[in-house]
T-cell receptor, first 114, second 114 residues
């Protein structure tokens, strides 16, 4: 158990819908990262937040957005869903934001778009 | 663009065989290097990491990796695999002073036959 929690574990929804994935970082960690794991794209970095502010963006679609709340939990919002958005979405957290800080991964949310 | 390549997509070994998984990265600057493991149905776990110093890094569960700067490589090794090592292995990189987002390789699925 990494200490990072994600809900829900599984999500099945239809194309065109909107979903919200939730992540609670390890106690004391200020930085949260979102990654997408799909069969065709592999594991890709989406976005990073640090202490409530966006810190870095990766290959995140405009239909996707995220935020980090004052209690440091984070939510990833996916809208106008397409079949290709079906993937495993991981959240990770680290104590700080420097490249030497280890990231701890949550169990992931498996999203299936039908 | 920075990339990480894992040339072995699938590896099948018998128990007690030796393992070496290749990883190469394309970035020329200073990097931090990681190997993560994902057991079936579980989250990513850190096996080992290299930031600086001795290029031979020892991790958990008997794994080690060697950083060869001239070859841009960070190969993972284990002298004798066990059935419980069946998992997917990911090499990943972060760049110094460029945030903490991980760039992952495509992963190597290892199956160890009992």
């Amino acid at each position: 158990d990494s200490g990072v929690t994600q809900t829900p574990k599984h999500l099945i929804t239809a194309t065109g819908q909107r979903v919200t994935l939730r992540c609670s970082p390890r106690s004391g960690d200020l930085s949260v990262y979102w990654y997408q794991q799909s069969l065709d794209q592999g594991l890709q970095f989406l976005i990073q937040y640090y202490n409530g502010e966006e810190r870095a963006k990766g290959n995140i679609l405009e239909r996707f957005s995220a935020q980090q709340f004052p209690d440091l939990h984070s939510e990833l919002n996916l809208s106008s869903l397409e079949l290709g958005d079906s993937a495993l979405y991981f959240c990770a957290s680290s104590e700080e934001t420097g490249s030497s800080y280890e990231q701890y991964f949550g169990p992931g949310t498996r999203l299936t778009v039908t | 663009a920075q990339s990480v390549s894992q040339h072995n997509h699938h590896v099948i070994l018998s128990e007690a065989a030796s393992l070496e998984l290749g990883c190469n990265y394309s970035y020329g600057g200073t990097v931090n290097l990681f190997w993560y493991v994902q057991y079936p149905g579980q989250h990513l776990q850190l096996l080992l990491k290299y930031f600086s110093g001795d290029p031979l890094v020892k991790g958990i569960k008997g794994f080690e990796a060697e950083f060869i700067k001239s070859k841009f490589s960070f190969n993972l090794r284990k002298p004798s695999v066990q059935w419980s090592d069946t998992a997917e292995y990911f090499c990943a990189v972060t760049r110094l002073n460029a945030g903490n987002m991980l760039t992952f390789g495509g992963g190597t699925r290892l199956m160890v036959k009992p």
